[in-house]
């Protein structure tokens, strides 16, 4: 499966962006897919997962302002992301996994300015 993220962007903090990850093949069936974020000189962190039957799994710092989904039928994952902090900055990477491969999309850059 090949990624492809898109939805980046400039915001001020209090905003929103709408982050997608389109799939290159079907995502239907029994796998995970997420949004990490890499801050420079960090190493790449998850920030929400989201399986096969629609789990999510969100770390602290996002809960109840990021939401993650995906739509089988358009091949896409997104990552709406409201009231957003400066300490939100980051490359975000889309990634698929089904436990025998897994792919990585190119990463899309969120900036959010105080």
């Known amino acids: 499966v090949q990624l492809q993220a898109s939805g980046g962007g400039l915001v001020q903090a209090g905003g929103s962006l709408r982050l997608s990850c389109a799939a290159s093949?079907?995502?239907?069936?029994?796998?995970?897919m997420g949004w990490y974020r890499q801050t420079t000189g960090n190493s790449r962190n998850m920030v929400a997962l989201i399986s096969g039957s629609d789990a999510t799994t969100y770390i602290d710092s996002v809960k109840d302002r990021f939401t993650i989904s995906r739509d089988n039928a358009k091949r896409t994952m997104y990552l709406d992301m409201n009231s957003l902090k400066p300490e939100d900055t980051g490359v975000y990477y889309c990634?698929?996994?089904?436990?025998?491969?897994?792919?990585w999309g190119q990463g899309t850059q969120v900036t959010v300015s105080s």
């Open positions: 093949e079907s995502i239907a069936g029994n796998n995970v």
């Open positions: 990634h698929w996994s089904n436990g025998r491969q897994t792919s």
